[in-house]
């Protein structure tokens, strides 16, 4: 008799357990082709060990968070407003929190009304919707060269073809964004839109200059493209006030991304959605499907630290942190590093990108830049197509300023020796690739 499950037959079961081979994978969507391990991902079991210096992951440092304030929020949520914090909550955000938020952007100069925000499971969940709702396959998306990881991953999930445009030490280059564009345009293929992080870029840790912002903002108005701007790290400069946003000049153009990861903790998983009225809806109606609605319970838990604490004077340690660490790791690569590498000074964020003399291969050395206890991320998880060997991204964010002297030292001893296996042996025929392999070291 029929128990109304199917079950494999027994023989079938035993081949299923008795191997690890993938008995699904004829069965997977198409889509799936693209979704594979970051190289970041492969690394954090390695990189994590605690005699390996991670100059690899991106993790917010947060032990300066007052934990003890953390908890009596939290512990006031529960007793004062529990069955809401633990009940399903509106799909586009608790509105408490939305108003806040509108809040955090005035700092960058955005005017907006909190009817037009949509909470997400960190910005991270923001680029996904975005996708969801604009991208087919083969619809192209402009990005930075390099670019984030993690929107490099959805942008493949959903098919989408990314088409790279060089940066500089001031950011994305206009011309050649006005050239990528007519380029696709006339190849008759459709741009959804141009992913750019503007701040403190993930991961070349370049700014876009302001007077490009105007420009950028221009060439996408008059060739019909939308921006999606991807800003976690705005508030993290290291010197002055912080940038102004491009949504604050262009409402109907931007959709807007922001997150509190960065200036408060990841752990929540809490980022938003600026969007124009129209786009606003169509995200809300993804954000139901995706998941019903976003935690209430952390965005309740970050309505009240917003609200009871002093979480810009917060920022303002978190900032003071991290310039302490970027010049740890600059000091340290002008002390030790082979002058013909060549890097960046961020003026924010977390992270330094790096390019090797000519001939060596960041991917081929890592192996045995762990073996020698350090770790990086090399370029090419940066690039859609393959390029960025010849670069890394160092961050400096998580270790503490003697353990990064550290980890570049054992770094540069890699590279000494890779560079001398190469005066040996010869060439392997390595040279920089295309015009964006090393677009942002030339900082000076
Ligand atoms: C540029 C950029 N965008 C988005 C994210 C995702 O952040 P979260 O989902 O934690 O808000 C990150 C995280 O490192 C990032 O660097």
Redesign the pocket.
């Known amino acids: 008799m029929s128990d109304g499950l199917s079950r494999p037959a027994p023989d079938k079961q035993a081949r299923r357990s008795s191997t690890r081979l993938d008995n699904y994978v004829d069965r997977y969507a198409a889509r799936t082709r693209g979704m594979t391990a970051s190289e970041i991902r492969a690394l954090f079991a390695v990189a994590s060990r605690p005699e390996v210096v991670s100059l690899a992951g991106?993790m917010?440092n947060i032990s300066g968070l007052p934990l003890d304030v953390v908890g009596g929020a939290i512990q006031d949520l529960v007793r004062t407003n529990g069955p809401v914090a633990m009940q399903y909550g509106s799909g586009q955000g608790d509105p408490v929190l939305r108003e806040q938020i509108c809040d955090v952007m005035r700092l960058e100069g955005i005017e907006a009304h909190p009817d037009d925000v949509v909470v997400?499971?960190?910005?991270?969940?923001?680029?996904d919707l975005v996708t969801r709702i604009f991208c087919d396959p083969g619809d192209v998306v402009l990005c930075e060269a390099p670019s984030?990881v993690?929107?490099l991953g959805v942008f493949r999930s959903y098919e989408c073809d990314v088409v790279h445009v060089e940066m500089d030490a001031h950011g994305l280059v206009p011309s050649v964004l006005r050239e990528a564009i007519a380029s696709v345009q006339a190849s008759g293929r459709r741009i959804k839109f141009l992913y750019t992080?503007p701040n403190y870029?993930?991961?070349a840790g370049v700014t876009l200059a302001p007077e490009r912002r105007q420009e950028v903002l221009e060439i996408c108005r008059e060739a019909d493209v939308l921006i999606l701007e991807?800003?976690?790290?705005g508030l993290l400069g290291f010197e002055g006030e912080p940038h102004r946003a491009m949504r604050a000049d262009e409402p109907d153009g931007v959709i807007y991304?922001?997150?509190?990861?960065?200036t408060f903790a990841?752990g929540f998983?809490?980022?938003w959605a600026l969007a124009p009225h129209a786009v606003r809806e169509k995200l809300v109606l993804a954000q139901e499907s995706a998941t019903l609605c976003p935690p209430a319970f952390s965005q309740m838990a970050i309505s009240s630290y917003l609200r009871a604490h002093d979480w810009q004077g917060q920022v303002k340690q978190f900032r003071e942190m991290y310039r302490e660490r970027r010049d740890a790791m600059v000091a340290a690569l002008d002390d030790m590093m082979p002058a013909t590498a060549r890097w960046n000074v961020p003026d924010g964020g977390?992270y330094v990108w790096l390019t090797l003399p000519n001939g060596l291969d960041a991917k081929a050395m890592l192996p045995r830049a762990v073996t020698a206890r350090v770790a990086y991320v090399p370029g090419t998880a940066f690039f859609a197509d393959g390029f960025g060997s010849q670069s890394m991204r160092l961050s400096y964010c998580y270790p503490t300023p003697e353990r990064i002297r550290e980890g570049v030292r054992r770094l540069v001893g890699v590279i000494e020796e890779e560079m001398e296996l190469r005066e040996t042996f010869g060439s392997g025929g390595h040279r920089l690739e295309r015009g964006y392999e090393a677009p942002n070291t030339d900082l000076t």
């Open positions: 991106g917010p997400t499971v960190g910005s991270q969940q923001a680029v984030y993690g929107a992080i870029h993930n991961p991807d800003n976690p790290y991304l922001g997150s509190f990861s960065k990841p998983r809490v980022g977390f």
